[in-house]
């Protein structure tokens, strides 16, 4: 099926709203470098940074497809078309495989992408013949039968397999070495035997038409299909109704884009201006970024080659060693150049002042750097955080290797972590009283302790730092979540870590640690007090407010989620949407929670879709609400329909009765309660049936 804007009307005191169902999730793929055209009839069919969409020449019109909409996996490797069978074959680079029709109908085949084997299963090329469809894999060759979406036959042939052709009555095969080897088609060619090298055959069996490339990648490369530049979002947050986003620090190379999401549109950083300001190889990680409190277009952004700052979208000003007291990685070359590209600002941060705290990993002397409102570089070196020793004495003892996330809790106390199995640990800095406390791991390997006395390894860094409603801290690692609860922040940091624990409720007094063993990359709380929690490889979770249930699991596998490696998460909590960076792209959820109203005032509830039309059998949203609000839905006559309490700011009524039956045609009026005893009738939802 294609993707659908769909834009509903809401007539509620009023306004009109464009929101999402609850429970709804969306895209936002990138389209921005093409790689494949394939034309069929008046259509042309792009793969373009690893996602697909189709242009109608005719009308101009552009459907863009992925995950949430109509197709079974993300990150597309190859497209190709069936004259036969007219179908798009579409081959992801973990070995799924989707067929579509010109109309975007999807049947899907995931054989190979399920099948068990300790051989690489990649697929690196596609040739047609017939209804069949032969790939080129990492093991040998796979006949896929387009009419009936199945595994013909697969040629194991024990070598990768770069291209395949087929002519008269033989089938040729070259491997990555340029190998060619054939075989006839009358023979069993399930048997490897009868494949043999042919030296008489020509590399020209192996030509691609790019007849069609050729003369429509001017055309393409004007089209604008929407979504953002990159699909790399290590590094995100939620503000100012914008979503705010860079590489991060992922391990890997990314793009170095600052790409920024308001209103549906994206502001993509110019890159070439940026690199021609600054003189340097802007392609180096960006590893987090901050907004001026009392400017929402003033940026700065951290980098492993020093501290860029943005006005209004444009290049203001470019630090490092040569302007500033950061410092570099490498202080043992005397080269420019290579001192210049490893200037680790790893973390950025504005306080409520306007002034841009730094982290300086690996630097000689820094640590701590601020550049006040007024241009002013002061520098906060903490001989603590000097801790850095590698095997090569010559780059002597620097500060630690990954200093991260920084963040302000509501006491203004800064806390970061260090993401590096070089003494994995966390952070507190009373900025005023320039003291720093280290919460360090201790042993070998290193550990923490928890309230327990239990022996817990977190081995290859504490990956972030966060702060709850109640005041805590809460530290994430490789092995689980750790608590550092309100009421001792204030000791220092040789004290325990708490683990939460969660009862089992099977009838005995058992408990197991809060997802203790996940490899957890990221978290963030929403509007009513849940924590979604990102991990490595394992999909995102959904812990309740008072941590003891696990609301959700959203995997690749049981949602419209891109891929079960999470690195970073965002939440606008005006609308409850989620923003989920993974390893594959961006991607939302619409939950079911919003930040809650200090004050429940009736022009600032409403309900939606209202009114609800006779078609529609989704959830009701109400938005507006105090915390845990007391919420009836009642009938004209006083009637109770439904009751329950609200989520942050949200309540969510699935349109049924006390006894789960739909309700009749009306108006229903939305009554509500809160904590202080204040009642009244907020807002009445129309059905129409």
């Not at 190998?179 to 192996?206: G, M, P, R, V």
């Not at 005006?574 to 939950?591: H, K, R």
Request: net charge negative; aromatic share 10%.
């Amino acid at each position: 099926m294609k993707r659908v804007v769909l834009i509903t009307l809401l007539s509620i005191i009023g306004c009109q709203l464009l929101i999402a169902q609850v429970g709804t999730w969306k895209a936002y793929m990138s389209y921005y470098e093409p790689q494949q055209i394939v034309k069929v009839q008046n259509t042309l069919f792009v793969r373009a940074s690893n996602d697909l969409y189709q242009y109608n020449l005719n009308d101009q019109s552009i459907t863009t497809y992925d995950k949430t909409n109509s197709l079974s996996d993300s990150n597309i490797r190859l497209i190709e078309w069936n004259n036969e069978t007219k179908r798009l074959i579409i081959v992801y680079y973990n070995s799924n495989i989707d067929f579509m029709d010109v109309n975007g109908n999807v049947n899907n085949l995931s054989a190979l992408y399920n099948k068990s084997m300790t051989q690489k299963k990649g697929v690196n090329s596609i040739y047609m013949n017939g209804i069949y469809a032969y790939l080129a894999t990492d093991f040998g060759v796979i006949k896929i039968n387009t009419q009936r979406y199945e595994i013909s036959e697969t040629y194991t042939l024990n070598m990768v397999i770069n291209a395949v052709a087929v002519k008269n009555d033989s089938i040729y095969a070259k491997n990555n070495t340029g190998t060619i080897f054939s075989a006839s088609l009358s023979k069993n060619l399930l048997d490897s035997n009868n494949w043999t090298i042919d030296a008489s055959a020509s590399n020209d069996l192996f030509n691609q038409d790019q007849t069609t490339w050729n003369e429509y990648k001017q055309l393409v490369s004007t089209l604008k299909p929407g979504g953002p530049k990159y699909n790399c979002f290590g590094f995100m947050k939620y503000a100012n109704n914008r979503l705010y986003s860079c590489g991060g620090d992922v391990g890997m190379y990314t793009p170095a884009t600052v790409q920024i999401l308001k209103d549906n549109d994206w502001q993509i950083y110019n890159d070439d201006s940026v690199k021609a300001f600054s003189g340097r190889m802007y392609f180096s990680n960006l590893y987090s970024l901050d907004y001026d409190p009392h400017n929402s277009e003033h940026l700065f952004v951290g980098t492993s080659n020093g501290l860029y700052e943005f006005l209004n979208g444009k290049i203001l000003n470019y630090y490092n060693e040569t302007n500033s007291p950061i410092e570099t990685a490498i202080p043992i070359t005397n080269d420019i150049n290579s001192r210049l590209n490893y200037q680790l600002v790893t973390s950025v941060k504005f306080d409520n002042n306007s002034n841009i705290w730094l982290l300086n990993s690996q630097a000689i002397t820094q640590s701590i750097l601020m550049l006040t409102k007024d241009g002013q570089w002061v520098q906060r070196k903490q001989n603590a955080l000097m801790n850095l020793k590698q095997n090569d004495a010559s780059l002597g003892i620097r500060s630690a290797a990954n200093m991260s996330n920084m963040i302000f809790d509501h006491r203004g106390l800064m806390w970061f972590c260090n993401n590096s199995y070089f003494v994995p640990a966390f952070y507190k800095y009373d900025i005023n009283n320039d003291q720093l406390t280290g919460y360090l791991t201790k042993g070998s390997p290193p550990s923490y302790i928890n309230q327990d006395g239990t022996v817990v390894t977190v081995q290859d860094g504490v990956r972030t730092v966060s702060e709850d409603q109640n005041g805590n801290i809460w530290i994430s690692s490789n092995n689980g979540l750790f608590l550092l609860e309100s009421d001792r922040i204030n000791e220092d940091g040789g004290t325990y870590l708490t683990q939460v624990k969660v009862p089992r409720n099977d009838g005995t007094n058992y408990a197991d640690y809060l997802l203790s063993g996940s490899n957890i990359l990221c978290m963030a709380t929403d509007g009513g007090h849940r924590k979604w929690i990102g991990t490595a490889g394992d999909g995102v979770y959904v812990i309740s407010s008072d941590n003891m249930i696990q609301e959700q699991h959203f995997l690749s596998s049981n949602s419209s989620l891109l891929s079960d490696n999470i690195l970073s998460i965002a939440i606008n909590d005006n609308t409850g949407e989620v923003f989920i960076g993974t390893d594959q792209g961006l991607c939302s959820y619409m939950s079911d929670a919003t930040t809650p109203a200090t004050e429940m005032i009736e022009d600032n509830i409403y309900a939606y879709p209202n009114p609800v039309q006779p078609d529609y059998n989704g959830p009701i949203t109400i938005v507006g609400l105090s915390y845990d609000a007391d919420v009836k839905i009642l009938s004209v006559s006083g009637q109770l329909v439904n009751q329950g309490r609200s989520t942050g700011g949200t309540y969510i009524w699935n349109g049924c009765d006390m006894k789960g039956k739909r309700v009749a045609s009306g108006i229903y009026m939305v009554a509500t309660a809160t904590n202080d005893g204040k009642k009244g009738i907020v807002c009445k939802i129309a059905i129409i049936k």
